[in-house]
């Protein structure tokens, strides 16, 4: 009789063949899948829930009617160009460069005349920007 233990031999389990399958799946879920386009938002502005406005002792306040006028400090800006509205900015900015420029756009307005006032405001060297909106509350949307 024999009666020592007989030594068991443990089972494998092989790795490589699932890692190789695996890879083969990701592979195919990458070259399948379809991205969405992000130009298919429908976004509405400019209205946010913002805490109340700040008051800045050095602000200039600009703003932009949907048909592309300016004004600044509630005065008519002659002229849609740059460089008009450049030297409206200077001129109402008495802090200079430190003014802060607060962009009040109308919601309607082209996005090539928000960057016109933008592009003023640098070429001018003034960098602090901001914009004002509305709270949806007052604006009627839920």
Do not use: C, W
């Given at each position: 009789?024999?009666?020592?233990?007989?030594?068991?031999?443990?089972?494998?389990?092989?790795?490589?063949?699932?890692?190789?399958?695996?890879?083969?799946?990701?592979?195919f879920l990458m070259l399948s899948t379809t991205y969405s386009k992000f130009t298919e938002l429908q976004v509405k502005l400019p209205v946010a829930d913002a805490e109340q406005q700040r008051d800045y002792p050095k602000e200039v306040?600009?703003?932009?009617?949907?048909?592309?006028?300016?004004?600044?400090?509630?005065?008519?800006?002659?002229?849609?160009?740059?460089?008009?509205?450049?030297?409206?900015?200077?001129?109402?900015?008495?802090?200079?460069?430190?003014?802060?420029?607060?962009?009040?756009?109308?919601?309607?307005?082209?996005?090539?005349?928000?960057?016109?006032?933008?592009?003023?405001?640098?070429?001018?060297?003034?960098?602090?920007?901001?914009?004002?909106?509305?709270?949806?509350?007052?604006?009627?949307?839920?």
């Amino acid at each position: 009789m024999n009666f020592r233990p007989h030594p068991h031999d443990e089972p494998e389990i092989n790795l490589i063949p699932f890692i190789d399958v695996l890879l083969v799946v990701l592979i195919f879920l990458m070259l399948s899948t379809t991205y969405s386009k992000f130009t298919e938002l429908q976004v509405k502005l400019p209205v946010a829930d913002a805490e109340q406005q700040r008051d800045y002792p050095k602000e200039v306040i600009v703003a932009v009617s949907s048909d592309g006028r300016y004004m600044v400090n509630k005065a008519l800006v002659e002229g849609r160009g740059i460089d008009a509205l450049g030297a409206a900015l200077v001129e109402a900015a008495r802090a200079g460069k430190e003014s802060v420029i607060i962009i009040s756009a109308d919601a309607s307005a082209t996005h090539q005349a928000v960057i016109t006032v933008m592009e003023a405001a640098r070429r001018q060297g003034m960098t602090q920007i901001t914009f004002a909106t509305q709270s949806s509350a007052r604006a009627g949307v839920k």
